[in-house]
């Protein structure tokens, strides 16, 4: 059974229109993207059957969702916008993207030039620009609110660490450097904290950093393991996996890391949630 839990708004009442996207992982070699709405209808498949599809991605407007999909062992991004297109050809995979806030651009991790890099395309998915070079496997970025910085995941330093550069490669400085595994950097709509994934504590927990300053705390108290975080449009939730159940669900929290309610009851496992706008023509 897949149904999904309620969620008040600001005022606590009506559930705020928006949307969940999120992986659920069907049989072995094969993945589908749902898109759901918190305290709505049950969730729906949109991906290409028969397919490993993976990391989806709202666009800032919430009408197109990017993601990678792989089909006869070429992983590929595809866009769906209530119909599929595919933006990218290269035979290498093309994996976690990431909208610029103007959604004019995207930010990808790709091994098409022989190594994992972060490269930025248009939106059309052409104009690929490579943005890191180092041997190191860089993956995973994140746009910041304000355009300027792009956050990513690097074992540069011998370990997954968070790193932050500037939107055309520059100015990379390193964010954690902690002995643990730290991955998949979520940006706060106003830009002032980084929600992301990390085993610190000694099990895989969702943290929060203030960018300005470093400060770093587990955000969520819970039972299991939890990753993968993704805030609500307007910054005032967060969305993650966790398996206290024993199954990898969809929870939900405040975004002081309170009021965490279950969203879904899959009992199966569930990947990449992403949390975007409902655009107006769907309200």
Known sequence: MLCAAGCS?????????????????????????????PGGAPPRGIGPPDS?????????????????????????????????????????????PSWSPDGTRIAISSNRDGNWEIYVLSADGGNPVRLTDDPAADEWPAWSPDGKSIAFVSDR?????????????????RLTAERAWDGRPAWSPDGRLIAWSSDR??????????VETGAARRL????????????????RRLVF?????????????????????RLTFLRGSIASPCWG???PGLR
């Open 241 to 261: 996996v966790n398996d206290r159940d024993g199954f990898r669900e969809l929870y939900v929290a405040a975004s002081d890391g309170k009021d965490i309610r």
């Open 157 to 173: 330093s011998g370990a997954p660490d968070l790193y932050l550069m500037d939107a055309d490669g520059s100015g990379v400085r």
């Open 277 to 279: 706008r409902l655009p």
């Open 52 to 96: 490993y599809n993976e990391t989806p991605a709202w666009s800032p407007d919430g009408k197109d969702l990017v993601f990678a999909s792989e089909h006869d062992f070429v992983r590929r991004l595809f866009v769906w916008n209530g119909s599929l297109t595919r933006l990218t050809s290269s035979p290498h995979i093309d994996r976690a």
């Open 201 to 210: 504590d000694g099990r895989l927990s969702v943290h929060v950093m203030e």
């Open 9 to 37: 708004g600001r005022d606590g009442g009506t559930p705020e229109r928006s949307r969940i996207a999120f992986v659920v992982d069907r049989e072995a070699a094969c993945t589908d993207i749902f898109v759901m709405e």
């Open 220 to 235: 969520v108290s819970i039972d299991g393991e939890s990753d993968s975080p993704a805030w609500s449009p307007d910054g």
